[in-house]
């Protein structure tokens, strides 16, 4: 079983950073993907960047440019750089991964999620 253990949220003014950090623990074969979804009041949740194991990203357009995902894949741990933060990143954020198990097959698993609130 995996685990998702997310941290670095917070209340932050507009404008201003905050880093969100995402372990991975249990019984982990290999990580295919990591990523963050985030997900406001009266909202679906959406995807907001991904990162493979080979290092490639996507990004939701409206991030673009403003947050970045890395990875350290010794410590099993993705995260979220967020930059030039707007009232309307106001959401709970989700870390998920998709990993593999020895026998190939995906299993896919969520963070309990961090709250980041935008607000002056």
């Known amino acids: 079983q995996v685990q998702l253990v997310e941290s670095g949220g917070g209340l932050v003014q507009p404008g201003g950073s905050l880093r969100l950090s995402c372990a991975a623990s249990?019984?982990?074969?290999?990580?295919?993907?990591m990523g963050w979804h985030r997900q406001a009041p009266g909202k679906q949740r959406e995807l907001v960047a991904a990162?493979?194991?080979?290092?490639?990203?996507n990004y939701a357009d409206s991030v673009k440019g403003r947050f970045t995902i890395s990875r350290d894949n010794a410590k099993k741990t993705v995260y979220l750089q967020m930059n030039s933060l707007k009232p309307e990143d106001t959401a709970i954020y989700y870390c998920?991964?998709?990993?593999?198990?020895?026998?190939?097959?995906?299993?896919?698993?969520w963070g309990q999620g961090t709250q980041v609130t935008v607000s002056s």
């Open positions: 990162i493979t194991s080979f290092g490639s990203t």
């Open positions: 998920s991964t998709v990993v593999a198990d020895p026998g190939g097959e995906y299993h896919d698993y």
């Open positions: 249990g019984s982990i074969f290999s990580i295919n993907a």
